[in-house]
T-cell receptor, first 114, second 116 residues
Framework: AQSVTQLDSQVPVFEEAPVELRCNYS??????LFWYVQYPNQGLQLLLK??????LVKGINGFEAEFNKSQTSFHLRKPSVHISDTAEYFC????????????FGSGTRLSIRP | EAGVAQSPRYKIIEKRQSVAFWCNPI?????LYWYQQILGQGPKLLIQ????????DSQLPKDRFSAERLKGVDSTLKIQPAKLEDSAVYLC??????????????FGPGTRLTVL
């Protein structure tokens, strides 16, 4: 079985500052990792995913994440945030053999201050 | 391309009443999911369909929740009777057929249920 821990429930940052949202996972088998974003009153949208290969994954809206197998982490980063990045961010994991069942973390609310 | 459609967007009911939610997935997406998202938590899978067959309903509270996808397209999720702890956003998602676990699920906007 897999599990996901998002270490921060809320992250406030100033506009144009860098941000890192932390995610750790637990699994006894190889996994795929995802970051989703949820804007207010909307469904989830895929930001990026790690399948294999390069550990640095680039996604939409200038976000990127780095897979670290030894640390079992998949932290999300953006060098300069905008007001429009205000949203809830979810880290998620699935295994190669889970028939596409995705386990989500509890989410991190990113709030951008002008 | 039209996205995943859900209705209603909001629903307020009293406990012990019944409620139903509807989902229309993206055309051609054989796999359909229902998730429950309680405030402050990540989405939790309730049930997964492949066409009109159930793949996984291990976390569906079957004493009160039911779901169907009779023609392999639209799906309905029903709660009967509702409890206060059922207050949540119910998300529907769909995915292309024949693709692996790593392929993207597309989510609808959700139905926000409040049970009083």
């Amino acid at each position: 079985a897999q599990s996901v821990t998002q270490l921060d429930s809320q992250v406030p940052v100033f506009e144009e500052a860098p941000v890192e949202l932390r995610c750790n996972y637990s699994s006894s088998v190889s996994v795929y990792l995802f970051w989703y974003v949820q804007y207010p009153n909307q469904g989830l949208q895929l930001l990026l995913k790690y399948l294999s290969g390069s550990t640095l994954v680039k996604g939409i809206n200038g976000f990127e994440a780095e897979f670290n197998k030894s640390q079992t982490s998949f932290h999300l980063r953006k060098p300069s945030v905008h007001i429009s990045d205000t949203a809830e961010y979810f880290c998620a994991v699935t295994s190669y053999s889970s028939a596409s069942k995705i386990i989500f973390g509890s989410g991190t609310r990113l709030s951008i201050r002008p | 391309e039209a996205g995943v459609a859900q209705s209603p967007r909001y629903k307020i009911i009293e406990k012990r009443q019944s409620v139903a939610f509807w989902c229309n997935p993206i055309s051609g997406h054989a796999t359909l999911y229902w998730y429950q998202q309680i405030l402050g938590q990540g989405p939790k899978l309730l049930i997964q369909f492949q066409n009109n067959g159930v793949v996984d309903d291990s976390q569906l509270p079957k004493d009160r929740f039911s779901a169907e996808r009779l023609k392999g397209v639209d799906s309905t999720l029903k709660i009967q009777p509702a409890k206060l702890e059922d207050s949540a956003v119910y998300l529907c998602a769909s995915r292309l057929p024949g693709t692996g676990a790593h392929n993207e699920q597309f989510f609808g906007p959700g139905t926000r249920l409040t049970v009083l």
